[in-house]
């Protein structure tokens, strides 16, 4: 039926996205990367459907897919940098490629923007001792680690 309606009206991104969706939610991540892909295209800037791309070429099992995931990632969260899932998903795509400096900064991240500060300071601290000395994601570990301590501390106090 889905691709009925995309026969219908191709240029619908999110009858794409739906077929993506039932691909991925079945189980069939490589099968629901060429549907998504094709509602990014025509719907570039939508961080969400960016997220959704990214989180099915992270999940594929062909590690080929994660390059173009980090740059899906990355881009979404440019668009919407305070949308969790694309922290998520970005941390899993740096752990599949081996990067623990860099999964754990977004991990670190995306802890923070859930107010879940014990768990950023974690994180933070383990992409610190990870990524090289001075380098911008050691510098902005740093920065959620200060964060994150101060925020506990106000929580604490309440």
């Known amino acids: 039926e889905v691709d009925a309606l995309i026969a219908e009206r191709p240029a619908d991104p ?25 509602a990014v295209r025509l719907l570039p800037n939508e961080a969400l459907l ?14 080929g897919h994660l390059e173009a995931a980090v ?19 970005l941390g899993m795509a740096h752990g599949r490629q081996g990067d623990i400096g860099r999964a754990a900064l977004a991990t670190a991240e995306r802890y923070m923007l859930l107010g879940k500060f014990k768990d950023a300071m974690g994180q933070a601290r383990r992409a610190t001792k990870a990524l090289p000395a ?7 570990a740093q920065d ?6 101060a925020a506990a501390a106000r929580k604490k106090r309440r």
Request: charged share 25%.
């Open 50 to 63: 960016r997220i959704a791309l990214g989180q099915a070429q992270v999940s594929a099992k062909s590690a």
């Open 134 to 140: 001075g380098s911008p994601g050691q510098l902005r």
């Open 71 to 89: 740059k899906n990632l990355e881009k979404a969260i440019r668009l919407a940098p305070r949308e969790p899932g694309a922290w998520r998903w």
């Open 14 to 38: 999110y009858f794409h996205e739906l077929k993506g969706q039932i691909l991925l939610e079945h189980g069939h991540a490589e099968a629901a990367i060429p549907p998504y892909a094709e």
């Open 144 to 149: 959620i680690l200060q964060a994150a301590k």
